[in-house]
C-alpha cells in the first residue's frame, strides 16, 4: 500500500536552477564585487556538487582562486549565499519560476488519494516554502506533512539523510512510500533510503545515470505538455496516481 510521495524540489518541481538559482549566484557576485561568473555550461558542471555553500566552495578550490587560501573563506561563503538566497527569493516573488508541468495535477490527485505528501531537498528551507507559495498559494504549503530541506541533516544529496530524515519524522517505512527526483544525485540519496523513485529529468541532469529509477520521464505531463516514457512504457499521456500504485505491485 502506498502512503506517501516525497518530492524532490530544485529540477523536480520546478526548474529553478538555471533561471533561478544561478542568476542569483552571480547576482550575489557582482554585489560583492567579485568578477566571478557562472554561465550556463559552467553551472550544469557545477551542479554535480549539491548545495549553495557546497557549490562556492568547491567552485574556489578547483579553480584556486585567491580566496581558498584566505582565512576568511568560510564568513565569505556564509555572506555570499546569504546574499544569494535574497535574490533567489526575490526573483520567486515576481512569480519567475512555475512548476513544471503535471506537478500541480498530480499533488492535487495524490491528495485526493488520501496519499501523504512530503519534501526532501537540498536547498535553504525559505527557498522552498517561497517556492510553494508563490506557485499554489499559502494553503498550498500545508499539503506537506515534513519538509526537509537544506542543513537540516549533515550531510546533503546524493547522501539518503535527507530522505531518512522525511521518513523518520513521518514515522513512515521506505517501502510504502515513491520519491520523485530529477538528477543522479538526487536519485542515489532516495534509492540509498530504500524509496522506489521516479525521475522526471531536465536540460541540465538528461545526461545523469538513471539506474535503479523505476521510471524515467521527461515530465509528469500535463494535457498540453504529454509525459514522455524514457524508460518503462506504461501506455498513458499523464503519470495519474494509478500508474504509481502500479509501480509499487
Ligand atoms: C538542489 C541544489 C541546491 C540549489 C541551491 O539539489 O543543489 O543546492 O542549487 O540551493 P536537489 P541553496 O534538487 O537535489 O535538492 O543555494 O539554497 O543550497
Ligand atoms: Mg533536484
Aim: charged share 25%; aromatic share 6%; net charge negative.
Amino acid at each position: 500500500m502506498i502512503e506517501a510521495f516525497i518530492f524532490d524540489v530544485d529540477g523536480t518541481l520546478a526548474d529553478t536552477e538555471r533561471h533561478g538559482h544561478r542568476v542569483a549566484f552571480n547576482q550575489a557576485f557582482a554585489e560583492a564585487g567579485l568578477d566571478w561568473h557562472w554561465d550556463e555550461d559552467t553551472y550544469g558542471d557545477l551542479l554535480a556538487v549539491t548545495g549553495g555553500k557546497e557549490r562556492i566552495r568547491h567552485f574556489v578550490q578547483t579553480r584556486d582562486l585567491p580566496q581558498h587560501r584566505d582565512p576568511q573563506l568560510d564568513a565569505l561563503i556564509r555572506d555570499l549565499h546569504a546574499s544569494k538566497t535574497r535574490n533567489y527569493l526575490e526573483l520567486l516573488e515576481s512569480n519567475a519560476i512555475p512548476l513544471r508541468p503535471g506537478v500541480e495535477r498530480l499533488l492535487r490527485e495524490a491528495r485526493a488519494a488520501g496519499i501523504r505528501l512530503a519534501i526532501a531537498t537540498t536547498t535553504t528551507p525559505q527557498n522552498v516554502t517561497a517556492l510553494l507559495a508563490n506557485a499554489l498559494g499559502d494553503h498550498g504549503l500545508g499539503w506537506f506533512e515534513v519538509i526537509g530541506a537544506g542543513d537540516v541533516v549533515p550531510r546533503k544529496k546524493p547522501a539518503p539523510d535527507i530522505y531518512r530524515y522525511v521518513l523518520e519524522k513521518m514515522r513512515l517505512d521506505a517501502r510504502h512510500c515513491l520519491a520523485f527526483e530529477d538528477s543522479g544525485n538526487g536519485l542515489r540519496a532516495s534509492l540509498g533510503a530504500g524509496l522506489k523513485t521516479v525521475i522526471t529529468r531536465n536540460g541540465y541532469t538528461r545526461d545523469d545515470d538513471f539506474t535503479g529509477a523505476a521510471l524515467v520521464l521527461d515530465s509528469l505531463g500535463d494535457t498540453e505538455h504529454p509525459s514522455q516514457v524514457l524508460r518503462r512504457q506504461y501506455g498513458r499521456d499523464c503519470l495519474c496516481v494509478t500508474t504509481l500504485l502500479q509501480l509499487l505491485n
